[in-house]
């Protein structure tokens, strides 16, 4: 699958079949975040792959869909870092897309002002000067989801606004 098709097919998905994930697979999407731009190419980014059953049900608090997921990428940012919440932006859709492009479904959960974060950093033993930024469920997609989207003609501008 191109990187246009990925786009065009990407969709947040909450529900999932029963399918386990191969490693290979989530190292594949851990892969292409690390490959995102970043400002000055500091790469302020961890990313912890939470399989264990046990754990991921501990993720319900910012969802119960969640439970379902075959795998959650957790992200994990140093905001030492100037650009560190574009840095994850980024990062988090190259792993969305490279999720689409294995024929998986996936969701961005919150952003930097991520509920419990306190709670997921115990958890996950994340040092207490890094962020949780972001969690990412990741299975085979059980629904087709088809939000509606503002047609290109309402938010392209030729020239000026
Ligand atoms: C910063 C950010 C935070 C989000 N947080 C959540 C969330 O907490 N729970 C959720 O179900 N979806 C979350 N989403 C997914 C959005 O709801 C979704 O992207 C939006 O509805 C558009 O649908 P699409 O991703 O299928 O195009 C988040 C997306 C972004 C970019």
């Not at 046990?54 to 993720?59: A, E, G, N, R």
């Amino acid at each position: 699958m191109d990187v246009l098709e990925a786009i065009r097919k990407r969709r947040s998905v909450r529900r999932y079949t029963e399918d386990s994930i191969p490693k290979v697979d989530l190292e594949t999407i851990v892969d292409a975040g690390r490959l995102a731009p970043t400002g000055s190419n500091r790469q302020p980014w961890d990313f912890v792959i939470v399989t264990d059953r046990d754990m991921i049900t501990q993720f319900k608090i910012s969802g119960t869909w969640i439970t379902s997921a075959g795998a959650v990428i957790v992200v994990v940012m140093d905001p030492q870092s100037r650009w560190w919440v574009e840095d994850g932006a980024a990062a988090i859709e190259n792993m969305l897309l490279a999720c689409t492009a294995q024929g998986y479904g996936a969701c961005w959960v919150e952003g930097d002002a991520l509920s419990h974060e306190e709670q997921f950093k115990t958890l996950l033993e994340v040092p207490a000067d890094k962020r949780v930024m972001a969690l990412i469920p990741i299975g085979v997609a059980a629904e087709t989801p088809t939000p509606e989207k503002k047609p290109l003609e309402q938010v392209l501008h030729w020239e000026k606004y």
